[in-house]
């Protein structure tokens, strides 16, 4: 019998590569929908291969129903403190309830464990949920995978395409880790399934300083790029709080232009030391220069 995993967010874009992932490797899927949402949407999960089940997210008993039998239940949750903390809260409340014995939060993303509380709002409200997650009766695994790699393409200061610069605050030299969104549901569903993961796994699709993506311009282009120093990072966090402040209304946005640059101060703050990429064979890295070439620009 196929092991079976549900998927809470299974909805998003990474929700569904995530869905699609564990249908690969053979897994049973229960994808959590909220019921009432687009019925276009629980079509293409069935069509991934999941079974899909609408609910109230705001009750745990329904969530315990529909994933009962589950061995992992997946977060792929995306929002603000309704989602982050409490909702995710009740889901936790839920896979409890049903006997599930392994939950993987909704983090992905750069290792916060190791930054310094109050410099990025969603870091804190992973914190925040992280505080009962810990003291929960479940076996929970982190997936930190850096940046996702398609931020690149986004014309970012780091890679800005139209000034053709490479933009950096601190150091030339530090490495940032990046990881493509399917090659992080791949490395996702794998965890799944593994009954014996960590407390936290760190990947990183390909790792590369600002000198690194200078080099890889001006070959991938074939025409001259800078590399810019925009400043030290204490300028960085000096100018994100000042922003914070400025625009109060970001508080209510997801995606609010000073978390963009706090996300920005967190790339150059730290990176994994050490990976695990190499735990499960067969997982293929996607490289910067298979989504990033000429004709692409």
Same mark, same amino acid.
């Given at each position: 019998? =196929?092991?079976?995993?549900?998927?809470?967010?299974?909805?998003?874009?990474?929700?569904? @590569?995530?869905?699609?992932?564990?249908?690969?490797?053979?897994? +049973?899927?229960?994808?959590?929908?909220?019921?009432?949402?687009?019925?276009?949407?629980?079509?293409?999960?069935?069509?991934?291969?999941?079974?899909?089940?609408? $609910?109230?997210?705001?009750?745990?008993?329904?969530?315990?129903?529909?994933?009962?039998?589950?061995?992992? $239940?997946?977060?792929?949750?995306?929002?603000?403190?309704?989602?982050?903390?409490?909702?995710?809260?009740?889901?936790?409340?839920? =896979?409890?309830?049903?006997?599930?014995? @392994?939950?993987?939060?909704?983090?992905?993303?750069?290792?916060?464990?190791?930054?310094?509380?109050? %410099?990025?709002?969603?870091?804190?409200?992973?914190?925040?949920?992280?505080?009962?997650?810990?003291?929960?009766?479940?076996?929970?695994?982190?997936?930190?995978?850096?940046?996702?790699?398609?931020?690149?393409?986004?014309?970012?200061?780091?890679?800005?395409?139209?000034?053709? $610069?490479?933009?950096?605050? %601190?150091?030339?030299? !530090?490495?940032?880790?990046?990881?493509?969104?399917?090659?992080?549901? +791949?490395?996702?569903?794998?965890?799944?399934?593994? =009954?014996?993961?960590?407390?936290?796994? @760190?990947?990183?699709?390909?790792?590369?300083?600002?000198?690194?993506?200078?080099? #890889?311009?001006?070959?991938?282009?074939?025409?001259?790029?800078?590399?810019?120093?925009?400043?030290?990072?204490?300028?960085?966090?000096? !100018?994100?709080?000042? %922003?914070?402040?400025?625009?109060?209304?970001?508080?209510?946005?997801?995606?609010?232009?000073?978390?963009?640059?706090?996300?920005?101060?967190?790339? #150059?703050?730290?990176?994994?030391?050490?990976?695990?990429?190499?735990?499960?064979?067969?997982?293929? !890295?996607?490289?910067?220069?298979?989504?990033?070439?000429?004709?692409?620009?």
């Amino acid at each position: 019998m =196929a092991t079976l995993i549900a998927v809470a967010g299974a909805t998003g874009n990474l929700g569904k @590569r995530i869905v699609k992932g564990l249908v690969d490797r053979g897994a +049973a899927v229960v994808a959590l929908t909220r019921r009432g949402s687009a019925p276009e949407k629980a079509a293409e999960l069935e069509r991934l291969g999941a079974r899909v089940a609408a $609910i109230d997210p705001a009750s745990a008993g329904e969530i315990a129903r529909a994933c009962a039998g589950s061995s992992c $239940i997946v977060s792929v949750l995306a929002g603000l403190r309704d989602v982050i903390v409490e909702a995710q809260s009740v889901l936790l409340e839920g =896979a409890i309830a049903a006997g599930i014995p @392994r939950f993987i939060p909704s983090d992905f993303s750069t290792d916060f464990t190791s930054l310094p509380a109050g %410099e990025n709002r969603n870091f804190d409200l992973r914190r925040e949920f992280h505080k009962r997650l810990d003291g929960a009766p479940i076996a929970a695994t982190s997936i930190f995978n850096g940046a996702f790699g398609e931020i690149l393409t986004y014309g970012i200061p780091l890679l800005d395409f139209k000034k053709k $610069i490479v933009g950096y605050w %601190e150091d030339p030299d !530090w490495r940032m880790d990046f990881t493509t969104m399917d090659d992080t549901a +791949a490395f996702t569903a794998a965890a799944a399934l593994d =009954a014996t993961t960590p407390g936290a796994l @760190r990947i990183a699709g390909f790792q590369m300083s600002p000198r690194d993506f200078l080099a #890889f311009a001006v070959k991938t282009f074939g025409e001259p790029w800078q590399l810019v120093r925009l400043g030290s990072l204490e300028d960085l966090r000096a !100018w994100n709080k000042r %922003e914070r402040a400025a625009h109060p209304e970001g508080e209510n946005e997801l995606y609010a232009s000073w978390q963009q640059s706090q996300y920005m101060q967190s790339m #150059f703050s730290t990176h994994h030391e050490s990976l695990d990429n190499a735990r499960y064979p067969g997982m293929e !890295w996607t490289q910067l220069g298979d989504f990033i070439q000429p004709r692409s620009r």
